[in-house]
């Protein structure tokens, strides 16, 4: 299961995040009844996040945490969580002139991959 959390000043595609996300999990061969959250944030929010979590007193695109080796509920089954800097992906995507949407399937799909590397 596939938890995506934003505001609604952020133009994303739920469904569309969903499944790319889903189709990204079965990849991994990860049960249909564990969860994924994908959380959508400002800059500011994400520079909490990178000073808390990374030392690092910046706004990164994306980052990611881990719960396969210390689940935070075994009634959730919540693997991990991705928390993308929604303003530092738009511009990521100016950057390289790719589309948003392309942009933010890159950012899942390397928070995914480290979540399984943690």
């Known amino acids: 299961m596939i938890n995506i959390f934003s505001s609604s000043r952020y133009k994303i595609s739920k469904s569309s995040l969903e499944e790319f996300a889903q189709a990204q999990l079965d990849k991994h061969h990860v049960s249909k009844t564990s969860a994924l959250n994908i959380a959508f944030v400002g ?15 910046v706004a990164l695109p994306v980052l990611s945490f881990s719960y396969l080796r210390d689940p935070i509920s075994t009634t959730d089954n919540v693997i991990g969580e991705i928390v993308i800097c929604y303003p530092q992906a738009v511009l990521l995507a100016a950057e390289r002139d790719k589309r948003v949407d392309p942009t933010m399937h890159r950012l899942i799909e390397h928070g995914i991959q480290n979540i399984f590397m943690q």
């Open 43 to 57: 800059k500011r929010k994400m520079k909490e996040f990178a000073k808390k979590y990374k030392d690092e007193d």
